[in-house]
């Protein structure tokens, strides 16, 4: 199984609940599965995104972030892909923030910033037509 994470680091108020890109990625491959977290999370469910982490072959990040907001509860899960960062086939990073700026030098090439849908779209679906 392959695994499309969606991080949301910034206030809730100012998103939706529906993601429009968990939705896109679980629907490209019969093996993929899409979930997402924010800052607030609570930690039951980090645990819970982390144990699906650790059951995944290869996991596709994708971290959008306000400048100012709190990492929160996300630091949790940042902290086991820090540790197992060999899963982690990309991280996508759409937003300014010191936390993503920092994981960029663990993740180096598989490391990258996207300010367009579309173009965040088009590596999602790179990785799941990717054969294991």
């Given at each position: 199984m392959r695994?499309?994470?969606q991080i949301h680091i910034g206030d809730w108020k100012q998103?939706?609940?529906h993601n429009p890109l968990?939705?896109?990625a679980s629907?490209?491959?019969p093996d993929m599965m899409g979930t997402d977290?924010?800052?607030e999370s609570e930690s039951v469910v980090i645990d819970l995104v982390i144990k699906l982490t650790e059951q995944a072959?290869?996991?596709f990040v994708f971290v959008s972030a306000d400048t100012e907001a709190q990492v929160g509860s996300v630091d949790k899960m940042m902290q086991y892909l820090l540790h197992h960062e060999s899963?982690?086939?990309q991280l996508v990073a759409f937003g300014e923030h010191s936390v993503i700026g920092n994981l960029a030098e663990i993740f180096q090439v598989r490391f990258i910033k996207i300010n367009y849908t579309e173009e965040v779209k088009k590596r999602i679906q790179?990785?799941?037509t990717k054969t294991a």
């Open positions: 695994l499309f994470l998103r939706s609940y968990v939705s896109y629907s490209l491959a977290i924010d800052n072959e290869s996991v899963k982690v086939h790179s990785f799941a």
